[in-house]
T-cell receptor, first 112, second 112 residues
Framework: DAKTTQPNSMESNEEEPVHLPCNHSTISGTDYIHWYRQLPSQGPEYVIHGLTSNVNNRMASLAIAEDRKSSTLILHRATLRDAAVYYC?????????????FGTGTRLQVTL | DGGITQSPKYLFRKEGQNVTLSCEQN?????MYWYRQDPGQGLRLIYYSQIVNDFQKGDIAEGYSVSREKKESFPLTVTSAQKNPTAFYLCASRQTGGTEAFFGQGTRLTVV
């Protein structure tokens, strides 16, 4: 299965942009790149996903490298509520099933 | 409202007992997943199911069993063979393909 690599933790000041990197050098052609975030004692929450092109939604932007071996989640203005663990995962296909395999994620700390 | 429901939120069991965690979704999603999360760690995939009456082992299936008799239900049984069952268990569902997954709020299982 294709794996993702993320930094263990990052810090940001409130109101500043945050760029969360993810490496996925063994990504296959049909893998989607998903980002989720998890607040303490809660289930993960979907943030954004993409395949080849950059994507924007109300929560964030996803920048995907041309060779698809890395991607970056961009929070345009971090707030205290964005403090969470962010997971970059690949939606792999195995036969007729579709797996979602999580890594250890990046813990984002946001300070005033 | 549509969503995914896990029950109970907290569960206590004596060592050696089997216990079944409930997961129900009314989103009409085909795929369902079970994950385990230990303190300070990421999510690890236990089992997943693409369609009714079909499921596959994830990365840590030993000591667990599942069934998928109905599209909306995917119960997880933690058996006495699971060496360290105390953990936070998360259920998720999604449509096939590169779409977002919806997570329940989790069940925190404590075995004493």
């Amino acid at each position: 299965d294709a794996k993702t690599t993320q930094p263990n933790s990052m810090e940001s000041n409130e109101e500043e942009p945050v760029h969360l990197p993810c490496n996925h050098s063994t990504i296959s052609g049909t893998d989607y790149i998903h980002w989720y975030r998890q607040l303490p004692s809660q289930g993960p929450e979907y943030v954004i996903h993409g395949l080849t092109s950059n994507v924007n939604n109300r929560m964030a932007s996803l920048a995907i490298a041309e060779d698809r071996k890395s991607s970056t989640l961009i929070l345009h203005r971090a707030t205290l509520r964005d403090a969470a663990v962010y997971y970059c995962i690949l939606g792999a296909r195995t036969g007729t099933a579709s797996k979602l395999t999580f890594g250890t994620g990046t813990r984002l700390q946001v300070t005033l | 409202d549509g969503g995914i429901t896990q029950s109970p939120k907290y569960l206590f069991r004596k060592e050696g007992q089997n216990v079944t965690l409930s997961c129900e979704q009314n989103l009409n999603h085909d795929a369902m997943y079970w994950y385990r999360q230990d303190p300070g760690q990421g999510l690890r995939l236990i089992y997943y199911s693409q369609i009714v009456n079909d499921f596959q082992k994830g990365d840590i299936a030993e000591g667990y069993s599942v069934s998928r008799e109905k599209k909306e239900s995917f119960p997880l049984t933690v058996t006495s063979a699971q060496k360290n069952p105390t953990a936070f268990y998360l259920c998720a569902s999604r449509q096939t393909g590169g779409t977002e997954a919806f997570f329940g709020q989790g069940t925190r299982l404590t075995v004493v």
